[in-house]
């Protein structure tokens, strides 16, 4: 089955240690997205590739940062976690031309856990 | 920019129907979507409404109203595993080249028997 793919499921990290996150998708989608999810909110969209074009929001820190090698590969890189940064990160795909133009097709999430 | 106000949690028993109310503020409009979300797991998508009226798919529909700025999904037939928390989205109207979502404050639905 087309899917999106998240490794590690869970993933503990000290505090300032760099640590990075990965998803994979078979879905052959154009747009890729990194979202932070806390614990009872919405989820927060922190940046996403349209191809190989890179958009950043603006509230995003600079301690987050991400890569993609591929049309199928996307990583997440936290440079020095903090405290505040322990959360679920979600990876989401979408492509024009979907008969619902909203949908997007999420991972199953990586949560980090900063020690 | 965008602003969606949900309800924070909603409670319901087994069987019965409950609605989830999404009011939204936005200088441009390109459509109201659904998505569910279980503890633990990924947001899924549940339905898109662009124009006026309802949509329905099995024992969920949604509804919007454009005028109003307002939307809602309908469960129907509740069952335990609805629990979970729902949230609207409506699509960033600075950017219309793809899907970029902003979403919802987001509502617990707890279902009990």
């Known amino acids: 089955d087309a899917m999106v793919i998240q490794n590690p499921r869970y993933q503990v990290t000290q505090f300032g240690k760099p640590v990075t996150l990965s998803c994979s998708q078979t879905l052959n989608h154009n747009v890729m997205y990194w979202y932070q999810q806390k614990s009872s909110q919405a989820p927060k969209l922190l940046f996403h590739?349209?191809?190989?074009?890179?958009?950043n929001e603006a509230d995003t820190p600079d301690n987050f940062q991400s890569r993609r090698p591929n049309t199928s590969f996307c990583f997440l890189d936290i440079r020095s976690p903090g405290l505040g940064d322990a959360a679920m990160y979600l990876c989401a795909t979408s492509t024009m031309g979907l008969a619902a133009p909203n949908e997007q097709f999420f991972g199953p999430g990586t949560r980090l856990t900063v020690l | 920019g965008q602003s969606l106000e949900q309800p924070s949690e909603v409670t319901a028993v087994e069987g019965a129907i409950v609605q989830i109310n999404c009011t939204y503020q936005?200088?441009?409009?390109?459509?109201l979507s659904w998505y569910q979300q279980h503890d633990g797991g990924a947001p899924t998508f549940l339905s898109y409404?662009?124009?006026?009226g309802l949509e329905e798919t099995g024992r969920f529909s949604s509804f919007l109203s454009r005028s109003d700025s307002y939307g809602y999904l309908l469960l129907q037939e509740l069952q335990m595993k609805d629990s979970a928390s729902y949230f609207c989205?409506?699509?960033?109207?600075?950017?219309?080249?793809?899907?970029?979502?902003?979403f919802g404050t987001g509502t617990r639905l707890l279902v009990s028997p």
């Open positions: 590739y349209y191809d190989k074009d890179f958009n």
């Open positions: 409404n662009a124009l006026d």
């Open positions: 936005t200088s441009g409009f390109y459509g």
């Open positions: 989205a409506v699509r960033d109207e600075k950017n219309t080249g793809f899907q970029k979502l902003v």
